[in-house]
């Protein structure tokens, strides 16, 4: 962790222009059904308004297509940040324009304003240099604390660091990088991975850069049917992504070599349709009769799995192990939320995502050591990747 955070800058009487990540989920009448986003961005928010900041926020949510639109205003944002802030917030009715220059203007020390959605403007995206511009002459320091758009170069999460002399991460990405950072590069071991979802090719990155860390991989979902595969085994109509078979050989024989173990299940619930209702059974997964699919890991494969894990010192965890939306095909993915739960000694780490909501939905968030607040941002940051916005943030 060599970034500097809001605890290197002094923000006392400074106009503080924070990113947060308030992309949170709302019913047709508008009112937020998830609000764990807001809740995550509060520490670093009171922090700055304790210290006697001028505090400017902004955010981008949902994917507005052209200039405004009251369906993405941050309005509803704003409203629930007041009430738990004590209405120390107000809304500007745009980003960079008049509204959000008199307010920002007019900010006295600890209080805060909420630009409009940025993404009403297409320079967002673009990471126009004009526009970061525009919105860094707003602030004197920058402060990046939304981890889960740190993997994209857009204006307001990199672009705008260009412009502001002094740039620092809040404690949301703070925690994330001395956590998922902390496992990666220096783990408790054993260490494991576990990795699910639908598609090898959307982990081949996460499964190369960690067959150079972790001491086993145990793998799940429809991508462990690409490996089953690979070795040889009959998956009947599973999904399988046929172009990724020797991909998956290649990632096996570097496993082997690396001498790090790679669990596929023992076992799966197979079925024969893709519904919530659908009559299943169990097979060996090197033997799932044709015209059937594989929707969940079987009994045995949970207590394959179970055991790895609790033998585990740092486990972390990316997508889930079967079709956890239907409650039938739920049991492998909570098996595995249990396992982690259950190793209270083990720092455990849920990188985002699906495997998320599954630990959230199944009861287990305060189980686990760390639940990681971007997706795509956390399988950039397990690959290896560069995350534009924490690279654009000053050094300690």
Sequence with gaps: MNKKTVKDADVSGKRVLVRC??????????????????LGALPTIQYLLEQGAKVILCSHLGRP??????????????????????????????????DAKAKTAALKDGEAVLLENVRFHKEEEK???????????????????????????????????DYVKENVCGFLIQKEIEIMGGALENPARPFVAILGGAKVSDKIGVINNLLEKVDAIIIGGAMAYTFIKAMGGSIGASRVEL????????????????????????????????APDAESEIAQSMNIPDGWMGLDIGPAACKQFAAVISGAKTVVWNGPMGVFEFERFAAGTRAVAEALAQNPSA??????????????????????????????????????RVLPGIACLSDK
């Design 347 to 384: 720092i455990t780490i849920i990188g985002g995502g699906d495997s998320a909501a599954a630990v959230e939905q199944l009861g287990y968030a305060d189980k686990v050591t760390h639940i990681s607040t971007g997706g795509g941002a956390s399988l950039e940051y397990l690959e290896g």
């Design 21 to 38: 990540d308030f992309n949170v989920p709302q019913d047709d009448a508008g009112r937020i059904t998830d609000e764990n986003r807001i």
């Design 127 to 161: 990471n126009d240099p004009a526009f970061a511009k525009e919105l860094a002459s707003l602030c004197d320091v920058y402060v990046n604390d939304a981890f889960g758009t740190a993997h994209r170069a857009h204006a307001s999460t990199a672009g705008v660091a």
């Design 243 to 274: 172009d990724k078979v020797d991909l998956a050989k290649e990632l096996l024989h570097k496993a082997a070599a690396k001498n790090i173990r790679i669990y596929l299940p023992d076992d799966d619930v197979i079925t024969t349709r893709f």
């Design 65 to 98: 297509k052209d200039g405004f639109d009251q369906k993405f205003s941050l309005k509803p944002v704003a409203d629930r940040l007041n009430e738990l802030l004590g209405g120390k917030v107000t809304l500007a009715s745009d980003v960079i324009g008049a």
